[in-house]
């Protein structure tokens, strides 16, 4: 079967641990400027989605508590499973899979893979691609093998 262009796009959710004390300060500063009635109105339409119940919606940004302040970030779950379905295909029709994903995001620094690139580069592999190829931040980041 000779090669064909395809685009999946993986989308993901950045969470920010802060102290408990930090996210405190967060919710008292966000209730002040009057936005989380703002927030809760546009759960109530139905405009934003739910949270888990540790996650507080501050500032369009996704807080949580935890013991030392850090950036995570997830893959969207329907995104990751469409993927592996095309991987488990193309390796199915072919003797190596090659994973291709061009991506600008960051982790604390630009240098740093964040964690939803890692979990997709494993998600691909252990869904069959031979090589996963990560490119578009314009440096170089880590292999692992």
Not at 6 to 33: F, K, W, Y
Not at 95 to 106: C, L, R, T, W
Not at 115 to 125: M, Q
């Amino acid at each position: 079967m000779i090669g064909r262009p395809g685009l999946n796009p993986v989308r993901h959710q950045t969470r920010a641990a802060v102290t408990q004390e930090q996210l405190a300060a967060l919710v008292r500063i966000h209730d002040a400027l009057g936005l989380t009635a703002r927030v809760e109105y546009l759960r109530k339409l139905r405009f934003l989605r739910g949270f888990d119940d540790d996650d507080y919606l501050l500032f369009g940004n996704i807080f949580f508590s935890a013991a030392e302040p850090r950036i995570e970030t997830t893959c969207d779950a329907v995104d990751l499973g469409r993927i592996r379905f095309w991987i488990k295909e193309a390796k199915a029709r072919s003797d190596i899979a090659v994973f291709s994903v061009h991506s600008h995001e960051g982790s604390e620094s630009m240098a740093e893979t964040p964690g939803f690139l890692v979990e997709l580069a494993h998600a691909a592999i252990d869904a069959g691609a031979d090589v996963v190829v990560g490119h578009g931040p314009h440096r170089m980041r880590g292999v692992e093998i």
